[in-house]
């Protein structure tokens, strides 16, 4: 019980503040905690019909990141190639990887990733 009204919301709001900071770093890590704290109290003292909107939004949300994700990923194994490798090539180098590309048709993955 106690978890579920202290520990998760202190995890959940510690965790998305270091996640928001590292895409605007400009603005220090405490101000993130403050406000995502003051958002969930917000939501959280609103009502349940404000916490059934913050989820269809955070649905919503996923899904515009998801979606494309999938198609893009399916439509690189369908193709025998992986579109992402093309775009960013130093990826691969600055982590010591190769890339064996092979056809998810066989059963096998899109790309296998080995240290060199």
Known sequence: MLLD???VPVICTVYAAITIQRVVPGVP???WCAL???????????????TATANLLMMIAA????????GLA?????????AWVDLHP???QS???????????????CADLRRI
Do not use: D, H, K
Not at 63 to 70: G, Y
């Open 36 to 50: 995502i704290a003051a958002m969930l109290t917000g939501v959280n003292l609103w009502g349940i019909r404000a």
């Open 29 to 31: 890590y405490w101000i």
């Open 90 to 92: 130093a990826l691969l």
């Open 74 to 82: 399916s439509a690189g194994c369908w193709c025998g190639r992986v």
């Open 95 to 109: 982590a010591n990887l190769s890339l064996e590309q092979s056809g998810c048709r066989n059963g096998a993955g």
């Open 5 to 7: 009204y202290l520990l």
């Open 63 to 70: 899904l515009v990141v998801i979606l494309p994700f999938i």
